[in-house]
């Protein structure tokens, strides 16, 4: 469609549906969205909230991750790597690639649908940019790879990719009709990752939790479900652009995750015993090998190489619409989530300390402080 149409989506609206409890509003116009992914976490999201505002999607997937979910929905199969023949002839309003990792599938897929897509929106993330060693804003230096052939996407190539698929967008569709979302850590329901998700589960487990040095260290989040209105505000809007996607630096807390985790926990699933932080000394974490990030999900000391870990700008997301939910509701609907899952997947989270190594690290931060008197 043409842009000029396509522009036209954006203004007055009319209040029909109600998710999460918050009034909705349908768009002006309905739009047709493709999702190059849209079965896993945030694409569910996106999904269930364009529903909502009375837009038609269509998912481009292999079909292996929750072929359950959103069964009415179209589906094209097809793979990003090499097989995209399910796309051709089709038109749609706006792409949001949610699957793309590496720049020659970006490229692939913008190529082929360049010429029947109004707006091509990629869902990239703060990783791209070069360190931490400062508060970063959209325009601060990315990441790069001295071979940007590579394909192998791990800790070190992840964030420098994603740059160059963000290039790779912008080549094929140009400025105006791209729109590049950079997302903090993305939490909520249907978290396949449990970083954010091991702070509400822990807590209704009950007991002395450990919780990472100081109460008041900064940290970063972005709901998907903030996430999933952003993304749409910006298609229904027609903006383009680059766009930190996250909660603005100083809004929340690790104290806030924890408290509002053991608050969560006593409403919906009072454990027997009631969850109470203990919080630990970076030396002390560091003495006991438990690890920022893997084994305390969702915190880093601003220190150092990382003072900027938590003070990424959201302003220009801000004044594009990004609206930001309390903590206290991003918390309490994780784990209402969690509470539903199977079983399996409740006791073996992907991220955070184990109840041995907690227990374990407890009972020897309790030792060495009785022998220090
Ligand atoms: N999680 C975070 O904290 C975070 C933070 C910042 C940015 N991000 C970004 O958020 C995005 C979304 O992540 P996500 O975990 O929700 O989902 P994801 O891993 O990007 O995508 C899963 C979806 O893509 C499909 N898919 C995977 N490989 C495919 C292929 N080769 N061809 C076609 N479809 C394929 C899957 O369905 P099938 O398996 O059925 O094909 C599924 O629908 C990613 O781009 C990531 O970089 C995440």
């Known amino acids: 469609m043409k842009r000029r149409n396509f522009l036209s989506a954006a203004g007055a609206s009319l209040a029909v549906a109600s998710l999460d409890g918050v009034a909705l509003e349908t768009s002006k116009r309905p739009l047709r969205l493709l999702i190059l992914g849209g079965t ?92 931490f060693a400062r508060a970063n804003d959209e325009a601060s230096s990315v990441g790069k790879l001295t071979d940007e052939s590579v394909e192998t996407v791990d800790g070190a190539t992840y964030g420098p990719l994603k740059a160059l698929c963000e290039t790779a967008a912008r080549a094929v569709f140009g400025e105006r009709r791209t729109s590049i979302i950079r997302p903090g850590l993305i939490v909520g329901p249907d978290d396949n990752t449990d970083r954010f998700t091991y702070w509400p589960a822990r807590a209704a487990r009950g007991g002395r939790m450990i919780a990472p040095n ?84 969702v915190w880093a ?24 939910r309390p903590m206290r509701v991003t918390v309490r609907d994780t784990l209402a989530w969690y509470l539903g899952r199977p079983e399996s997947e409740r006791t073996k989270l992907k991220a955070g300390l184990s109840p041995e190594r907690e227990a374990a690290a407890l009972l020897a931060i309790e030792q060495s402080r009785s022998k220090q008197g």
């Open 214 to 297: 100081d109460p008041r260290d900064p940290v970063q989040i972005i709901d998907a479900r903030d996430l999933a209105a952003f993304t749409l505000r910006l298609i229904e809007d027609g903006t383009s652009g680059t766009f930190n996607a996250l909660s603005p630096p100083g809004r929340f807390t690790i104290g806030e995750v924890v408290n509002e985790s053991m608050a969560a926990a006593n409403a919906l699933a009072p454990p027997t015993v009631a969850p109470k932080a203990e919080w630990v000394s970076t030396k002390t974490l560091d003495e006991q090998k438990i690890t920022a990030w893997a084994d305390m999900p």
């Open 40 to 131: 896993r976490f945030i694409g569910l999201h996106m999904t269930e909230l364009a529903l909502a505002r009375g837009h038609t999607l269509t998912f481009f997937n292999r079909g292996r991750t929750n072929t359950d979910r959103f069964p009415d929905i179209e589906r094209l199969r097809g793979d990003r790597n090499g097989d995209l023949k399910s796309l051709e002839g089709r038109q749609w309003d706006a792409v949001i690639d949610n699957s793309g990792y590496v720049p020659r599938q970006i490229r692939d897929a913008a190529t082929l649908l360049e010429p029947r897509v109004a707006r091509y929106v990629f869902i990239s993330t703060i990783s791209v940019y070069e360190n």
């Open 301 to 324: 000391p601003s220190e150092g190489d990382n003072v900027g870990f938590a003070a990424t700008s959201a302003d220009r997301a801000l004044k594009a619409g990004l609206s930001i």
